[in-house]
């Protein structure tokens, strides 16, 4: 099982309003990751959770704050977004942060939520 | 530094046709490379990847990529397309000085007509 479930799939938010996007993994994966994909782009790398702390920010506003509760769960916690913050949010594992890339240790992303801000 | 190139923003052939997809990186250290394919209003999905194994990399739905390493490059390619795998598809290297960050190309979108 190669599975990393996101929901949910499509997300509209006003700018005031607060959600939460989720992503979960059973394949034992101790490296997670949110990334944002604007139409037509590549995916760009939010954070980086390793051993459920996070490791890599990428810069992003404090209106995202990721949350990590356990080494399955990955959560991104929306507040108060932009309308340019609409996009495809991906959530992806990996099996060991350490070595990630290296011999058999791949990312595998789940489908993403789609987030329009209105 | 690392990056990764993707020759062409855009593929079109025909069913049945060949397909090759070009990719050329940069990468100071011995490079992770991959492909992965992004159909419509989808995820990614792994298609193959390249880790100083075999450089001939058989993946998934009949795509497979050589990396030369004498040319930087890891082009992608499939004897005979089908309707379904119109998609857009990303090379991706990483390495270990890259720490864990992957580097994308910007992406093919390859189509494919009937």
């Known amino acids: 099982d190669t599975e990393v479930t996101q929901t949910p799939k499509h997300l509209v938010m006003g700018m005031t309003n607060k959600k939460s996007l989720k992503c979960e993994q059973h394949?034992?994966?101790?490296?997670m990751y949110w990334y944002k994909q604007k139409a037509k782009k590549p995916p760009e790398l939010m954070f980086v959770?390793?051993?459920?702390?996070?490791?890599i920010n990428e810069s992003v506003p404090s209106r995202f704050s990721p949350e990590c509760p356990n080494s399955s769960l990955l959560n991104l916690h929306l507040h108060a977004l932009q309308p340019e913050d609409s996009a495809l949010y991906l959530c992806a594992s990996s099996q060991d942060p350490g070595t990630q890339a290296l011999v058999g240790n791949t990312i595998y992303f789940g489908e993403g939520s789609w987030l329009t801000v209105v | 530094a690392q990056s990764v190139t993707q020759l062409d923003s855009h593929v079109s052939v025909s069913e049945g046709t060949p397909v090759l997809l070009r990719c050329n990186y940069s990468?100071?250290?011995?490079?992770?490379l991959f492909w992965y394919v992004q159909h419509p209003n989808k995820g990614l999905q792994l298609l193959l990847k390249y880790t100083s194994a075999a450089t001939l990399v058989k993946g998934i739905n009949g795509f497979e990529a050589e990396f030369k390493k004498s040319e930087t490059s890891f082009h992608l390619t499939k004897p005979s397309a089908h309707m379904s795998d119109a998609a857009e598809y990303f090379c991706v290297v990483s390495d270990q000085q890259a720490g864990t960050a992957l580097i994308f190309g910007k992406g093919t979108t390859l189509s494919v007509s009937s």
């Open positions: 990468s100071s250290y011995s490079p992770s």
């Open positions: 394949m034992g994966h101790r490296a």
């Open positions: 959770y390793s051993y459920e702390k996070l490791s």
